[in-house]
T-cell receptor
Framework: AQKITQTQPGMFVQEKEAVTLDCTYDTSDPSYGLFWYKQPSSGEMIFLIYQGSYDQQNATEGRYSLNFQKARKSANLVISASQLGDSAMYFCAMREGLLTGGGNKLTFGTGTQLKVEL | EAQVTQNPRYLITVTGKKLTVTCSQNMNHEYMSWYRQDPGLGLRQIYYSMNVEVTDKGDVPEGYKVSRKEKRNFPLILESPSPNQTSLYFC???????????FGNGTRLTVT
Protein backbone atom coordinates (compact mmCIF):
# COMPACT_ATOMS: atom_id res chain seq x y z
CA ALA A 1 0.00 0.00 0.00
CA GLN A 2 1.14 3.54 -0.73
CA LYS A 3 2.29 5.36 2.37
CA ILE A 4 1.54 8.77 0.88
CA THR A 5 -1.10 9.33 -1.77
CA GLN A 6 -1.52 12.49 -3.79
CA THR A 7 -4.42 11.90 -6.15
CA GLN A 8 -4.19 15.13 -8.14
CA PRO A 9 -1.41 14.94 -10.74
CA GLY A 10 -2.23 18.47 -11.90
CA MET A 11 -4.27 21.43 -10.67
CA PHE A 12 -5.15 24.83 -12.06
CA VAL A 13 -6.12 27.84 -9.98
CA GLN A 14 -6.83 31.46 -10.76
CA GLU A 15 -4.53 34.07 -9.29
CA LYS A 16 -5.73 35.32 -5.88
CA GLU A 17 -7.95 32.27 -5.36
CA ALA A 18 -7.35 29.63 -2.69
CA VAL A 19 -6.42 26.09 -3.64
CA THR A 20 -6.31 22.81 -1.73
CA LEU A 21 -3.81 20.10 -2.57
CA ASP A 22 -4.81 16.69 -1.27
CA CYS A 23 -2.64 14.27 0.66
CA THR A 24 -3.63 11.07 2.43
CA TYR A 25 -1.26 8.87 4.36
CA ASP A 26 -1.09 5.40 5.77
CA THR A 27 0.68 4.52 8.98
CA SER A 28 0.07 2.53 12.15
CA ASP A 29 2.73 4.47 14.03
CA PRO A 30 1.28 6.91 16.60
CA SER A 31 4.18 9.36 16.25
CA TYR A 32 4.76 10.80 12.83
CA GLY A 33 5.29 14.08 11.07
CA LEU A 34 3.84 15.38 7.84
CA PHE A 35 5.68 17.80 5.58
CA TRP A 36 4.94 19.72 2.43
CA TYR A 37 7.63 20.73 -0.03
CA LYS A 38 7.51 22.94 -3.10
CA GLN A 39 9.62 22.24 -6.17
CA PRO A 40 9.64 25.07 -8.71
CA SER A 41 10.77 24.50 -12.28
CA SER A 42 14.33 25.35 -11.23
CA GLY A 43 14.36 22.05 -9.34
CA GLU A 44 15.21 22.90 -5.75
CA MET A 45 13.13 21.49 -2.89
CA ILE A 46 11.68 24.13 -0.58
CA PHE A 47 10.18 23.23 2.80
CA LEU A 48 6.76 24.83 3.35
CA ILE A 49 5.03 23.49 6.44
CA TYR A 50 5.11 20.76 9.10
CA GLN A 51 2.41 19.02 11.16
CA GLY A 52 3.18 16.60 13.97
CA SER A 53 0.76 13.79 14.75
CA TYR A 54 0.31 15.04 18.32
CA ASP A 55 -0.14 18.68 17.40
CA GLN A 56 -3.53 19.89 18.55
CA GLN A 57 -3.86 22.70 16.07
CA ASN A 58 -3.49 22.82 12.32
CA ALA A 59 -0.16 24.25 11.20
CA THR A 60 -0.01 27.59 9.43
CA GLU A 61 2.87 29.42 7.77
CA GLY A 62 1.93 32.65 6.08
CA ARG A 63 -0.31 31.82 3.11
CA TYR A 64 0.11 28.08 3.71
CA SER A 65 -2.03 26.09 6.10
CA LEU A 66 -2.39 22.41 6.66
CA ASN A 67 -5.86 20.92 7.03
CA PHE A 68 -4.99 17.98 9.28
CA GLN A 69 -7.73 15.39 9.77
CA LYS A 70 -6.12 12.65 11.81
CA ALA A 71 -9.04 10.22 11.82
CA ARG A 72 -9.25 10.41 8.05
CA LYS A 73 -5.45 10.32 7.71
CA SER A 74 -5.40 13.35 5.51
CA ALA A 75 -3.09 16.36 5.52
CA ASN A 76 -4.21 18.70 2.78
CA LEU A 77 -2.23 21.82 1.95
CA VAL A 78 -4.23 25.01 1.53
CA ILE A 79 -2.64 27.92 -0.30
CA SER A 80 -4.56 31.15 0.10
CA ALA A 81 -4.46 34.07 -2.34
CA SER A 82 -2.51 32.17 -5.01
CA GLN A 83 0.27 33.97 -6.81
CA LEU A 84 1.93 33.24 -10.14
CA GLY A 85 5.06 32.27 -8.23
CA ASP A 86 3.15 29.43 -6.58
CA SER A 87 3.22 27.51 -9.86
CA ALA A 88 5.31 24.47 -9.00
CA MET A 89 5.25 20.80 -8.08
CA TYR A 90 4.14 20.14 -4.51
CA PHE A 91 5.11 17.07 -2.53
CA CYS A 92 3.57 15.70 0.63
CA ALA A 93 5.88 13.61 2.80
CA MET A 94 5.71 11.65 6.06
CA ARG A 95 8.27 10.75 8.67
CA GLU A 96 7.32 7.89 11.01
CA GLY A 97 8.59 6.65 14.35
CA LEU A 98 9.49 10.04 15.78
CA LEU A 99 9.15 8.93 19.40
CA THR A 100 10.60 5.45 18.99
CA GLY A 101 13.98 6.57 17.70
CA GLY A 102 12.95 6.03 14.12
CA GLY A 103 12.12 8.84 11.77
CA ASN A 104 14.85 7.63 9.48
CA LYS A 105 12.71 7.46 6.44
CA LEU A 106 10.88 10.29 4.80
CA THR A 107 8.32 8.89 2.38
CA PHE A 108 7.17 11.16 -0.43
CA GLY A 109 4.03 11.22 -2.51
CA THR A 110 4.16 11.45 -6.28
CA GLY A 111 3.41 15.16 -6.28
CA THR A 112 0.83 17.61 -7.61
CA GLN A 113 1.73 20.05 -10.36
CA LEU A 114 0.04 23.37 -9.61
CA LYS A 115 -0.41 26.03 -12.28
CA VAL A 116 -1.60 29.48 -11.27
CA GLU A 117 -3.30 31.39 -14.07
CA LEU A 118 -4.09 35.07 -14.52
CA GLU B 1 24.84 30.59 4.95
CA ALA B 2 23.32 27.27 6.05
CA GLN B 3 23.26 24.94 3.11
CA VAL B 4 23.60 21.49 1.62
CA THR B 5 26.02 21.45 -1.30
CA GLN B 6 25.93 18.78 -3.97
CA ASN B 7 28.36 18.38 -6.80
CA PRO B 8 28.22 18.14 -9.69
CA ARG B 9 24.88 19.66 -10.77
CA TYR B 10 24.91 17.80 -14.07
CA LEU B 11 26.74 14.61 -14.99
CA ILE B 12 26.70 12.53 -18.15
CA THR B 13 28.56 9.25 -18.02
CA VAL B 14 28.70 5.85 -19.68
CA THR B 15 27.60 2.49 -18.40
CA GLY B 16 30.06 0.93 -15.98
CA LYS B 17 32.22 3.97 -15.25
CA LYS B 18 32.38 4.51 -11.50
CA LEU B 19 31.27 7.89 -10.25
CA THR B 20 30.80 9.77 -6.99
CA VAL B 21 28.35 12.53 -6.22
CA THR B 22 29.50 14.60 -3.27
CA CYS B 23 27.28 16.07 -0.59
CA SER B 24 28.32 18.37 2.21
CA GLN B 25 26.33 20.25 4.86
CA ASN B 26 27.49 23.03 7.16
CA MET B 27 24.69 22.83 9.76
CA ASN B 28 26.18 20.09 11.97
CA HIS B 29 23.23 17.84 11.18
CA GLU B 30 23.33 14.25 12.38
CA TYR B 31 20.91 12.93 9.79
CA MET B 32 21.72 12.81 6.07
CA SER B 33 20.00 11.04 3.23
CA TRP B 34 20.01 10.49 -0.53
CA TYR B 35 16.93 10.45 -2.75
CA ARG B 36 16.29 9.93 -6.40
CA GLN B 37 13.43 11.63 -8.21
CA ASP B 38 11.81 10.07 -11.25
CA PRO B 39 8.72 11.30 -13.13
CA GLY B 40 5.52 9.92 -11.66
CA LEU B 41 7.33 8.26 -8.76
CA GLY B 42 8.10 11.19 -6.48
CA LEU B 43 11.26 10.97 -4.40
CA ARG B 44 12.51 7.63 -3.20
CA GLN B 45 15.09 7.16 -0.49
CA ILE B 46 18.31 5.42 -1.47
CA TYR B 47 20.37 5.47 1.74
CA TYR B 48 20.40 7.41 4.97
CA SER B 49 22.80 8.00 7.83
CA MET B 50 22.00 8.81 11.44
CA ASN B 51 25.58 9.80 12.29
CA VAL B 52 29.22 9.17 11.48
CA GLU B 53 29.83 5.54 10.48
CA VAL B 54 26.09 4.77 10.78
CA THR B 55 24.36 4.16 7.44
CA ASP B 56 21.39 2.09 6.33
CA LYS B 57 19.40 1.23 3.24
CA GLY B 58 16.34 3.10 2.10
CA ASP B 59 13.79 1.88 -0.44
CA VAL B 60 16.00 1.68 -3.54
CA PRO B 61 19.59 0.95 -2.47
CA GLU B 62 20.56 -1.46 -5.25
CA GLY B 63 23.49 -0.21 -7.31
CA TYR B 64 24.51 2.49 -4.82
CA LYS B 65 26.96 2.83 -1.97
CA VAL B 66 27.46 5.54 0.61
CA SER B 67 29.91 6.37 3.35
CA ARG B 68 29.86 8.71 6.34
CA LYS B 69 33.39 9.19 7.57
CA GLU B 70 32.80 12.78 8.62
CA LYS B 71 29.65 14.37 9.95
CA ARG B 72 29.43 16.96 7.21
CA ASN B 73 29.99 14.70 4.18
CA PHE B 74 27.83 11.96 2.72
CA PRO B 75 28.96 10.94 -0.78
CA LEU B 76 26.89 8.73 -3.07
CA ILE B 77 28.89 6.19 -5.05
CA LEU B 78 27.78 4.37 -8.17
CA GLU B 79 30.33 1.59 -8.68
CA SER B 80 28.99 0.50 -12.07
CA PRO B 81 26.29 2.88 -13.29
CA SER B 82 23.56 1.62 -15.57
CA PRO B 83 21.02 3.52 -17.70
CA ASN B 84 18.23 2.82 -15.19
CA GLN B 85 20.12 5.02 -12.73
CA THR B 86 19.52 8.04 -14.94
CA SER B 87 17.66 10.32 -12.58
CA LEU B 88 17.65 13.50 -10.52
CA TYR B 89 19.42 12.94 -7.21
CA PHE B 90 19.01 14.92 -4.02
CA CYS B 91 21.04 14.92 -0.87
CA UNK B 92 19.33 16.16 2.29
CA UNK B 93 20.11 16.67 5.96
CA UNK B 94 18.31 17.49 9.18
CA UNK B 95 19.13 18.16 12.82
CA UNK B 96 16.68 15.83 14.48
CA UNK B 97 14.25 13.44 12.92
CA UNK B 98 11.18 15.62 13.39
CA UNK B 99 12.91 18.54 11.71
CA UNK B 100 12.34 19.29 8.04
CA UNK B 101 14.97 18.11 5.62
CA UNK B 102 17.27 20.67 4.04
CA PHE B 103 17.90 19.69 0.43
CA GLY B 104 20.80 20.25 -1.89
CA ASN B 105 20.13 21.67 -5.35
CA GLY B 106 20.14 18.27 -7.00
CA THR B 107 22.36 16.38 -9.41
CA ARG B 108 20.97 15.41 -12.78
CA LEU B 109 22.67 12.19 -13.82
CA THR B 110 22.47 10.66 -17.28
CA VAL B 111 23.96 7.22 -17.89
CA THR B 112 24.27 6.21 -21.55
Amino acid sequence: AQKITQTQPGMFVQEKEAVTLDCTYDTSDPSYGLFWYKQPSSGEMIFLIYQGSYDQQNATEGRYSLNFQKARKSANLVISASQLGDSAMYFCAMREGLLTGGGNKLTFGTGTQLKVEL
Amino acid sequence: EAQVTQNPRYLITVTGKKLTVTCSQNMNHEYMSWYRQDPGLGLRQIYYSMNVEVTDKGDVPEGYKVSRKEKRNFPLILESPSPNQTSLYFCASSRITSSPLHFGNGTRLTVT
